[in-house]
C-alpha cells in the first residue's frame, strides 16, 4: 500500500472570471487598402484572411502565418497574381498574401505582442508605411509572434471591398499605448541597365521593368504605460 500525497492548488483564474474578461477588449486594430478591381489578388487576400480568422493563441503560444495559412496552391484557390520575387515583380500562385501578413504584422506591434520572425520585403510596398510590412513565402520567409499577454487573444480578419482589416482581441490589464516611429537612415537611387534585345525593331526601346527608389529605415516602439514611456526599436529594413 502506497500513499500519494497531493497538494491542491486553486488556480489563479477561475472560470467565471475568466468568461468576464475574456476577449473583452481590442488590443489593436489595423487597416490597408486594395484594388479590389485586381480579383485574383483579392481573392488571395480574402482566403488567406479566412483561414487566419478565429485563430487563438493561449499564453506563450506562437503564431506562425505560414502554418496556419497553409501552402499556397491552385488546388486550395489561390490563384496567380503580382509577387515579389529577387527583386522583380513576378505573377506566381498566391501573390498578395503579403498583404495580410503585413497588415497583421502592423496590429501585433500596436498590441506589444512578442514578434519572433519578421522579414522586410526587397521592394517597397504602397499599402503599409516603411518598416511595418512582413513578407512571407511558403518554405521561405514567415512572420511569427507568441503571445506574451496574460490571457487569450484571438486574431479578427476580413477583406470587404477595397480594404482589409485586422483586429487582435484579448484582455487588457492595464491603460497601455504604443505608438511607432520610422526613421529613413538612407534613400538608394536605383540605377539604369540596358542590355541589347535583337529581337526589336532598330532604334526601338522597350522597359522591362521600371526602377524604384530603396531605403534603409529604423522603426522605434514607444510603449506607454501606467505614465512611463519605454521606447524600443522594433525593427532594421531594407528595401
Not at 45 to 64: D, K
Amino acid at each position: 500500500t502506497y500513499e500519494i500525497p497531493i497538494t491542491r492548488t486553486p488556480a489563479e483564474v477561475s472560470p467565471d472570471q475568466l468568461a468576464d474578461v475574456l476577449f473583452r477588449d481590442t488590443l489593436a486594430s489595423t487597416s490597408t487598402n486594395l484594388n479590389e478591381g485586381n480579383k485574383p489578388r483579392t481573392n488571395n487576400v480574402r482566403l488567406a484572411c479566412q483561414y487566419i480568422n478565429g485563430t487563438i493563441l493561449n499564453p506563450g503560444e506562437e503564431f506562425s502565418y505560414n502554418n496556419v495559412v497553409g501552402e499556397r496552391t491552385a488546388e486550395r484557390g489561390f490563384r496567380s497574381a503580382g509577387a515579389y520575387a529577387h527583386g522583380q515583380l513576378i505573377d506566381e500562385v498566391g501573390g498578395g498574401v503579403c498583404q495580410p501578413s503585413s497588415t497583421l504584422y502592423m496590429a501585433v506591434l500596436r498590441a506589444d505582442l512578442e514578434v519572433t520572425e519578421r522579414h522586410n520585403h526587397s521592394l517597397t510596398v504602397s499599402y503599409t508605411p516603411l518598416g511595418e510590412d512582413a513578407t512571407v513565402s511558403w518554405g521561405g520567409p514567415d512572420f511569427r509572434f507568441k503571445n506574451n499577454t496574460k490571457y487569450p487573444i484571438k486574431i479578427v480578419a476580413s477583406q470587404s471591398g477595397g480594404a482589409m482589416y485586422i483586429d487582435i482581441v484579448g484582455t487588457k490589464t492595464s491603460d497601455k499605448k504604443v505608438t511607432l516611429k520610422t526613421e529613413i537612415l538612407e534613400t538608394l537611387d536605383y540605377e539604369v541597365v540596358e542590355k541589347i534585345d535583337a529581337s526589336l525593331a532598330p532604334g526601338t526601346r522597350e522597359t522591362q521593368q521600371t526602377g524604384a527608389t530603396g531605403y534603409k529605415t529604423v522603426t522605434y516602439k514607444t510603449v506607454t504605460e501606467n505614465g512611463t514611456s519605454t521606447t524600443t526599436k522594433a525593427n532594421n529594413s531594407y528595401y
